[in-house]
């Protein structure tokens, strides 16, 4: 388990498209790590405060989107 690769820590907001279809956007909010504990270390910016519900997803390339 490598503790350096990054997570995309994600919070996620349900939306209806023009045609009624439900879909999730996700809005990247932070960063985490996997730590030797088997657990993982969450960094937000100063300011970020989470409630509520959260998503962490495994970094993709910078040219793949986010789910």
Same mark, same amino acid.
């Given at each position: 388990?490598?503790?350096?690769?990054?997570?995309? +820590?994600? *919070?996620?907001?349900?939306?209806? /498209?023009?045609?009624? &279809? &439900?879909? /999730?956007?996700?809005?990247? *909010?932070?960063?985490?790590?996997? #730590?030797?504990?088997?657990?993982?270390?969450? #960094?937000?910016?100063?300011? #970020?405060?989470?409630?509520?519900?959260? +998503? #962490?997803?495994?970094?993709?390339?910078?040219?793949?989107? /986010?789910?």
């Amino acid at each position: 388990m490598s503790k350096n690769k990054p997570f995309d +820590v994600c *919070v996620p907001e349900k939306y209806q /498209t023009d045609n009624g &279809e &439900e879909k /999730t956007k996700y809005y990247q *909010v932070g960063v985490a790590f996997e #730590i030797e504990s088997g657990g993982m270390s969450v #960094i937000l910016p100063e300011g #970020i405060s989470l409630s509520g519900r959260f +998503v #962490i997803f495994p970094r993709k390339d910078r040219h793949e989107p /986010t789910p």
